[in-house]
């Protein structure tokens, strides 16, 4: 039997999903199809080159990880020695301050391009965040400024 009565389709029930019907009488498959696609070749400088770079990133988070947990038993190493509220409370808040932006940047990606928009959104929500506390701060030491 040759190679094009193989390729005869016998009837609609026997094409498998592996097989592309192209017309009425013949069929090609999968294969055929993946094998002549104009797929790029692979390329084995960019692919060590990738994983170069993964490889730093992965370092990196788990860099910024460590110094995250880090600054946590500082804040928690401070607040355990008895050190006095003045001065533990504004150290926390810009401990605390540095792991958000290092969690934004390492860990939410947004060092990479094409988190413009999303950063922008952040942004405003901060804004909007230190507003609504110091408004709140303001109305509660003052009383009630607004009569």
Do not use: C
């Amino acid at each position: 039997m040759s190679n094009y009565d193989n390729k005869r389709v016998i009837n609609e029930q026997q094409v498998t999903e592996h097989v592309k019907v192209r017309d009425v009488d013949t069929v090609e498959s999968h294969q055929d199809t993946v094998s002549h696609s104009h797929a790029p070749a692979f390329n084995r400088t960019r692919f060590e080159y990738e994983k170069r770079v993964r490889t730093e990133e992965m370092r990196m988070q788990v860099t910024t990880f460590a110094v995250m947990i880090f600054l946590t038993f500082i804040a928690f190493a401070m607040v355990a020695g008895g050190l006095h509220r003045d001065f533990v409370i504004p150290v926390i808040s810009l401990l605390a301050l540095i792991q958000v932006i290092l969690q934004f940047f390492y860990f939410m990606h947004m060092k990479h391009k094409g988190h413009d928009i999303a950063k922008i959104f952040m942004l405003f929500g901060f804004f909007l965040a230190l507003t609504f506390v110091v408004t709140a701060l303001y109305l509660v030491w003052l009383g009630s400024p607004l009569k």
